[in-house]
């Protein structure tokens, strides 16, 4: 088949075809060789306490189990959200249902069934170290597939109705219009929801990684149990090497995974004119200069799409579509209907009786631990608030200090918390710290960037005629955060507050309650109850008190978040 | 008419919203309707009087309420007919290059891919744009842009070549340049489409390029006029002939059709709380501002200008120059004669007065012929708190309008309000509130 050259060839600047394509090409054959090896531990027997390594050799090791881990965890979310996403925006039936499910999904905190869940996954795999790794893996999926799944439904209720029309007119198959109209369409939504729940799947995994029960050691190979071994022991040079390391995977993913992806996204935009402030990536330019890839996708992915397109597409002068079994169908669904909500009664039956059976001193231990916990979020939240307004506003308003700091902040930020919670206790345990404050440190820890990059976004975004006219009216400082500044970030900073009481609320888990150095650290809260009741094998404790945080976190979600974002909507919102 | 039997037929198809309560919105009363081969027909209307809804049932995009549209005699199958559109915004995707934008449809018709590649290059040839395959649609200027719209629609040559405001979205030269190439396209049979329908709102479009016209009325849509243009193409915009059916569909797009327009009671009290008296007439969605504007030109006329030259004049298509006209015809400020507008002793008044007397002359008029603000206004001064939510009155427009017209009638209720200072909204807490004198 001789293709036709076009006008706009590109001459790239450099060409080291042969190199890139060596790079290439061992980079996969690399990739191979370690999900062989993975492979091979993963469905070994299961190792009851695991020997964690405090030697830089094994930091590679570790670093792939971990990324692995992590891949895995979003190969599943991404999997979920375009199934979920695609049946809730196109079954009105189902979307009456699916979208407040999952809206509260979303709002539970993740991590307080970190314990339930490794000890369900354990007693279902006794007999290899799968069980552990499936429970982590599936805590890091429910961490993190919300806000794609989100995205995705939302992209697809939004596609243009002409778009749609010129689909229908033109008689896409549902392939096509999924490949073509769907996918396209969803795709910077779903980029940079991936690339917040990869970031908040960090924070999931090394929490999974270095979970310790009582007398029974959950760790796993990795780089959260890494750092946990390195700061139980007290050994600086080997937690500075997993930090470095932690630090160095996170840049590296940015740069060969989401800056490609983020540039190629960029012809996604759904935008009829070019815009000037492109993303580029230099490893895009690498990838889409090279030979190899350009064969692959010759031979093999672009026919390959041709005969998919192909086998969907429907004749010009074709029969029509065979009807669907309407009967067995309707049938079906009725059915799982039904099983659907006997189990759900169950469950809910024999949850009631459980918790029924919590005596009085547990009772108050719940509602005293609910109220520490509460103010411990909300203090991490003012603190952090009153220190990022000022400087995010600071940032946002002056370019200059943008360019230096953000990055910065960008990489402060990337660490995740739960990576550093061994390190800030070992600090904690030298100064003579409690842990009653030390968990508000811990949660402020994890939660303050969103705030800060939400008020640098929404100070950036304050107009400029704005800014200029209040400099004009002569506006004193107390005038122009009154009237300008914080209405002007108002809708942002709810947005990172909403996100920080989140991540607060999972960090109480893992904040107010720790194994470390084979002694217990734990304070006053909900999270200790939690993770206490796990220890202790005490499961009438361990669901009440998971059952009034989640309670807790989804009233205040709906009385007070979601009041404010409605105000930031209506009122606080730029309109052009 | 054309002895040929019609590509498509639409019989007795109509368009409502079946409330709760039974009651009907009609957006599109019953209309018979045909499509002829060898004809360009142009289907013209002020925007939102259903045009496009009728082109989306014509196509099969969309069902009626009522009724019938047959394909060759048949009716459809669930099958969209071999026929494409080319919209008002494009609707290019903006991922996929020129060539395949265009080549989307035959992938959908199962060509193989150097078939395909074949047909897209010829039919980018025929609408001007070689060279331009590898480009982006942002890459484009708009003009080029609807040329790959067009290029999309004519690759599966298809037997209806349907148009929903194709030059609505460029500016004049452009829309002129690419009116004349589709002209040139389809007289020297280089398309091999049998028929175009065109719906527009801009009446020297249709006049240029149709061969017949129909003119659409709105609320419901109705068909008022359809005729065919036995003008020789090129055509001059001179002629004689060509002025006289200018003018001709101006005045049916001013006419008030007296059949449909309710009695304006002349005080009718009422009181929150009980139903409201029969049917409200529509607002017309203009500003006060714009009105007072077309006064004044009109009393630097002499009080009386001819429409089309006034649209002419003001680069002001049908669209937003009739409902100017037709607020200041309804508070008796101008009236509509032969296609002319016409100022009245009121309007003439209301055009030399102050600001502040213009709102109280504003005022007057509104509360004497404008029912839905006298309604609001004696529900408002019913009430002890002089203060009613938005969605009182929602509920009662909602028996006469549909739910997107219902929104826009309160929000031209409550701009002519504030302006004539009768009533105030609170868009916080979504209120009217009576405006202290």
Redesign the interface.
């Known amino acids: 088949?001789t293709k036709?050259i076009?006008?706009?060839v590109i001459l790239p600047e450099r060409t080291w075809p042969f190199f890139i394509d060596l790079l290439i090409f061992g980079a996969g054959l690399a990739l191979f060789y370690g999900l062989l090896v993975i492979a091979q531990t993963w469905f070994g027997p299961f190792r009851p306490a695991a020997e964690i390594s405090q030697r830089p050799q094994a930091l590679p090791a570790y670093a792939a189990n971990s990324l692995l881990r992590m891949l895995i965890a979003y190969a599943l979310s991404l999997l979920f959200t375009l199934v979920y996403g695609y049946i809730a925006a196109y079954s009105a039936k189902a979307e009456r249902i699916m979208i407040p499910l999952l809206d509260v999904l979303q709002s539970i905190p993740v991590l307080s069934f970190l314990p339930g869940v490794m000890l369900a996954m354990v007693a279902l795999f006794p007999r290899s170290q799968l069980g552990v790794e499936l429970g982590s893996i599936l805590l890091i999926f429910t961490g993190q597939v919300w806000n794609m799944t989100f995205s995705f439904y939302a992209s697809l209720k939004s596609i243009?109705q002409?778009?749609r029309?010129?689909a229908?007119?033109?008689?896409?198959?549902w392939w096509?219009r999924f490949t073509?109209?769907e996918l396209?369409y969803a795709?910077i939504g779903l980029v940079w929801n991936s690339m917040m729940s990869v970031a908040g799947g960090w924070f999931f995994l090394m929490a999974c990684e270095m979970f310790v029960l009582g007398q029974r050691d959950f760790r796993l190979p990795g780089l959260g149990s890494y750092l946990q071994a390195a700061a139980s022991a007290g050994d600086t040079t080997a937690i500075l090497w997993g930090v470095g390391t932690m630090i160095g995977l996170i840049v590296l993913l940015d740069q060969l995974i989401w800056r490609p992806v983020i540039a190629w996204a960029e012809?996604?935009?759904?935008?009829?004119?070019?815009s000037a402030m492109a993303p580029r990536s230099a490893v895009l330019n690498l990838l889409r200069r090279s030979a190899v890839v350009a064969d692959v996708n010759r031979t093999v992915f672009r026919p390959l799409t041709?005969r998919v397109?192909?086998y969907f597409?429907?004749?010009?002068e074709g029969p029509?579509p065979p009807q669907s079994l309407p009967a067995w169908r309707r049938w079906t669904l009725r059915v799982l209907a039904l099983t659907l909500v006997v189990a759900t009664g169950y469950g809910l039956a024999r949850a009631g009786l459980m918790v029924a059976g919590l005596n009085a001193a547990e009772i108050a231990e719940i509602v005293r631990g609910a109220g520490a916990t509460f103010m411990r979020v909300m203090i991490a939240l003012c603190i952090g608030a009153a220190w990022t307004i000022p400087v995010g506003v600071a940032i946002g308003l002056s370019p200059r200090l943008a360019r230096v700091a953000q990055p910065l902040a960008q990489i402060a930020a990337s660490v995740p918390a739960t990576a550093l919670f061994p390190v800030v206790l070992l600090v904690l345990i030298q100064t003579g710290g409690g842990l009653g404050i030390g968990s508000v440190l811990l949660m402020l820890l994890g939660t303050q960037w969103y705030i800060l990059f939400n008020v640098i976004a929404g100070a950036m975004a304050i107009p400029t005629d704005l800014k200029e006219a209040t400099s004009i009216a002569g506006l004193g400082t107390v005038d122009r955060w009154r009237l300008l500044i914080l209405p002007g970030i108002f809708p942002y900073l709810v947005t990172g507050l909403v996100t920080a009481a989140g991540g607060a609320w999972n960090a109480s888990i893992v904040a107010e309650y720790f194994h470390f150095k084979d002694q217990i650290l734990m304070t006053t809260g909900l999270g200790a109850t939690i993770s206490q009741a796990t220890d202790q094998g005490n499961f009438d404790l361990l669901l009440g008190a998971t059952i009034v945080m989640s309670t807790m976190v989804v009233t205040i979600n709906r009385l007070v978040w979601r009041r404010l974002y409605r105000l930031a909507e209506?009122?606080f919102k730029l309109e052009t | 008419m054309a002895l040929e039997e019609p590509i498509i037929e639409a019989r007795a198809v109509e368009k409502f919203f079946a409330q709760p309560d039974g009651h009907r919105i009609q957006v599109i009363a019953p209309i018979d309707l045909a499509i002829y081969p060898n004809q360009i027909v142009a289907l013209l209307g002020a925007s939102g009087c259903g045009k496009s809804t009728l082109l989306?049932i014509l196509?099969g995009?969309a069902l009626p309420s009522a009724g019938q549209v047959l394909w060759h005699g048949k009716p459809f199958?669930?099958?969209?007919p071999?026929?494409?559109?080319v919209?008002q915004?494009?609707?290019l995707?903006?991922?996929?290059t020129v060539?395949d934008n265009v080549e989307?449809?035959l992938?959908?018709?199962?060509v193989?891919?150097?078939e395909r590649h074949k047909r897209a290059?010829r039919i980018l040839d025929t609408v001007g744009l070689d060279?331009?395959?590898?480009?982006?649609?942002?890459?484009l200027s708009g003009g080029m842009?609807q040329r790959v719209g067009v290029a999309?629609a004519l690759v599966?040559e298809p037997e209806l070549l349907f148009m929903d405001e194709p030059f609505s979205a460029l500016d004049v030269l452009t829309a002129e340049n690419l009116r004349g190439e589709l002209l040139e396209l389809w007289l020297s049979k280089k398309m091999s489409t049998r028929a175009i329908f065109l719906v527009t709102h801009n009446i020297e479009e249709a006049m240029v390029l149709a061969d017949r016209i129909i003119v659409l009325d709105r609320n419901p849509a109705t068909v008022r006029a359809d005729f065919e243009v036995q003008l020789a193409q090129p055509r001059d915009r001179r002629a004689p002939r060509f002025i006289e059916l200018m003018d001709y569909i101006y005045k049916i797009l001013t006419q008030p059709k007296r059949e449909h327009k309710p009695p304006v009671p002349e005080t009718t009290p009422v009181v929150s709380g009980e139903s409201p008296p029969g049917k409200y007439q529509m607002l017309p969605h203009a500003r006060p501002g714009g009105m007072a504007g077309l006064l004044e030109i009109l009393l630097n006329r002499q009080g009386r200008d001819d429409l089309s030259h006034l649209a002419d004049e003001l680069v002001m298509e049908v669209d937003d120059l009739l409902p100017i006209i037709e607020t200041a015809a309804l508070l008796n400020f101008a009236r509509l004669h032969e296609g002319a507008v016409e100022i009245t002793a009121e309007g003439r008044t209301f055009a030399e007065a102050d600001i502040q007397t213009r709102k109280l002359l504003f005022r007057d008029a509104a509360l004497r012929h404008a029912s839905l603000l006298r309604h609001i206004e004696h529900a408002l001064k019913a009430k002890s708190d002089h203060t009613l939510s938005e969605d009182f009155f929602r509920d009662v427009l909602d028996e006469h309008f549909s739910e997107e017209e219902v929104q826009r009638q309160l929000r031209t209720a409550i701009h002519w309000g504030r302006y004539a200072e009768i009533f105030d909204y609170d868009a916080?807490h979504k209120r009217l509130y009576l405006t202290e004198p």
């Open positions: 088949m036709p076009f006008g706009r243009p002409e778009l029309e010129v229908r007119v033109s008689r896409f198959s096509q073509q109209l396209p795709a012809k996604f935009k759904f935008e009829q004119v070019e041709e397109g192909l597409a429907r004749p010009i029509k209506t009122r | 989306r196509t995009l199958d669930g099958q969209i071999n026929v494409s559109i919209f915004s494009f609707a995707f903006p991922w996929l060539l989307a449809p992938k959908a018709r199962g193989r891919a150097i290059l060279g331009f395959e590898a480009a982006y649609p942002k890459e842009k999309r599966v916080d």
